[in-house]
């Protein structure tokens, strides 16, 4: 069956940085376009960047534009975010996402596969 496993996640100061990864399996990796979202406690899931199957597009929403930067290495079957100068307002549980067909980027329903997220807080 597929699965998404997130890491990388932890315990950061304000201005710090993390890279989470997200291993995918039991699907043809390069046939999905990969999401990455976040859900602080509260508060509802919201979409932070996403890649296009070969990843020659990116997408963010814009509170980490120019902090966040997402890839993927299709040999691999491995997509990341690389975070820098966190924040307080970052601290949440973040999840990797998969999808096979086009749509929205920014959606939650148009993405078919979740992992279990990976926590990551920002102490002010």
């Known amino acids: 069956q597929v699965q998404l496993v997130e890491s990388g996640g932890g315990l950061v100061q304000a201005g710090g940085s993390l890279r989470l990864s997200c291993a995918a399996s039991?699907?043809?990796?390069?046939?999905?376009?990969m999401g990455w979202f976040r859900q602080a406690p509260g508060k509802e899931r919201e979409f932070v960047a996403a890649?296009?199957?070969?990843?020659?597009?990116?997408y963010y929403t814009d509170s980490v534009k120019g902090r966040f930067t997402i890839s993927r290495d299709n040999a691999k079957n491995t997509v990341s975010l690389r975070m820098n100068s966190l924040k307080p307002e970052d601290t949440a549980v973040y999840y990797c996402?998969?999808?096979?067909?086009?749509?929205?980027?920014?959606?939650?329903?148009?993405?078919?596969?979740w992992g279990q997220g990976t926590q990551v807080t920002v102490s002010s």
């Open positions: 996402a998969a999808r096979y067909y086009s749509g929205s980027w920014y959606s939650v329903n148009e993405y078919d596969y």
């Open positions: 039991g699907l043809t990796f390069s046939n999905y376009a």
């Open positions: 890649i296009s199957w070969g990843g020659s597009r990116t």
